[in-house]
Every structure is written in structure tokens, then in C-alpha cells.
């Protein structure tokens, strides 16, 4: 059913028809690639033109070794010199100063003890360091303390010597509590202290 005109807009004179467009269709476009490819007999001779005489290269000069901006010149030698001269003594000033550096130096090793000698005489340490070995009322005393922090001396008992049960609490004191300043097990001034200090 059609629709009644606008009466707002004028009609116009003539009706204008869609218009039929012709494309090549994709079969025309492949018979003419084949007709290209595979020539017939008779079209082969008139396609091909004749082959012409090839021509002779020509050898390019040889490059130059050095250009007037080459980065090897004898004026940037001493500039890259003089850099990483500097770079290296900013680098070496920078690890001198990390934080750490004593601990990463080994301590010497304490020298032997003769058997006939007394515990006492063996403490390389200074006074007051304990270590596996050693007995009397200070390992009694770090027994004591080390029983009052909770799960580090588990089962142990409040006399007795610096035995290894002993050295393993001290050892888990130390890395629990991030004590670094003495050796493994051993207690020395920084463990003593910092059990002191927890244990009043």
C-alpha cells in the first residue's frame, strides 16, 4: 500500500531509479591471472619480449676506516678514560659504606687450645663469652634465662653444662631474634645483652 505524500516537502519532477552497477566477478579476475600464467601457443611468442644482453656491474669503493665523528678518536679516549675512572671510585666508595661490611669479613679462626688447659685461658672472645664446653654459674645463669623465653629452650633443664641442646637454643635465640654480631651459638657480648635485656 503506498504511502500518501509529505505535504511539506515538494514532490519531485522526475523519479530517479536505482541504477545496476557491473563489477568483474572473482572467476573474471582468476581467467585473466591464468590467461597471464599459461599464455596460449600462438600469444606466448608476441608476450615475451626479447631478452636483453646483461649488463656489467660496477664495484663499489672500499669504506673508509675511520669518519671525522668516529667514537674511537684519539679526543674521546681520555674523556671515556676519566668516566670510568670515576665510575669505579664512586663504586668502590659506595661499598665501603654499605652497612653490613663487618659481618661480611670472617672473623680468624681462635687458635688451639692445648688439652691440659683450663676452660678459662680458651676464650678468644674476651671475658664473659660462653661456649660448648664450658660449665660453671654462668651457663646455669644463661640456662636460666634462656628457659624464660618461650619455645626456645624447650625440655631443657636449669643446670648442666654448655652442652649441644645448649648451643642449639643459643643458635635459635640468635636467629629468632636477629642477633648477628656473634658466632653461631656462641654466647658472646651481643647475645648476652640482648637476653638481658628480655629477661630483666
Known amino acids: 500500500m503506498p504511502t500518501p505524500p509529505d505535504p511539506e516537502r515538494p514532490r519531485p519532477d522526475r523519479v530517479v531509479e536505482p541504477v545496476r552497477v557491473l563489477r568483474a566477478r572473482p572467476t573474471d579476475a582468476l581467467a585473466e591471472l591464468m590467461r597471464e600464467l599459461m599464455p596460449e601457443p600462438g600469444e606466448r611468442a608476441r608476450a615475451e619480449p626479447p631478452a636483453a644482453p646483461e649488463e656489467d656491474t ?11 665523528a668516529h667514537a674511537g678518536s684519539p679526543r674521546r679516549r681520555p674523556v671515556v678514560a676519566a668516566a670510568l675512572a670515576a665510575a669505579a671510585l664512586a663504586g668502590f666508595g659506595c661499598a665501603l659504606l654499605l652497612p653490613g661490611r663487618e659481618e661480611s669479613a670472617a672473623r680468624p679462626a681462635p687458635p688451639p687450645v692445648p688439652a691440659s688447659a683450663p676452660a678459662a685461658t680458651a676464650d678468644p672472645d674476651g671475658p664473659g663469652t660462653l661456649r660448648e664446653g664450658d660449665f660453671g654459674p654462668e651457663v646455669t645463669e644463661l640456662r636460666r634465662r634462656l628457659l624464660r623465653i618461650p619455645d626456645v629452650f624447650r625440655d631443657g633443664s636449669a643446670t648442666g ?3 649441644a641442646p645448649l648451643t642449639e637454643a643459643v643458635a635459635r635465640f640468635q636467629l629468632w631474634y636477629g642477633i648477628r654480631g656473634d658466632e653461631r651459638g656462641v ?5 648476652r645483652e640482648d637476653l638481658e635485656s628480655r629477661t630483666g
Open 58 to 68: 660496477e664495484e663499489l669503493p672500499p669504506v673508509p676506516a675511520e669518519g671525522p
Open 161 to 163: 653444662p654448655y652442652d
Open 187 to 191: 654466647y658472646g657480648d651481643d647475645t
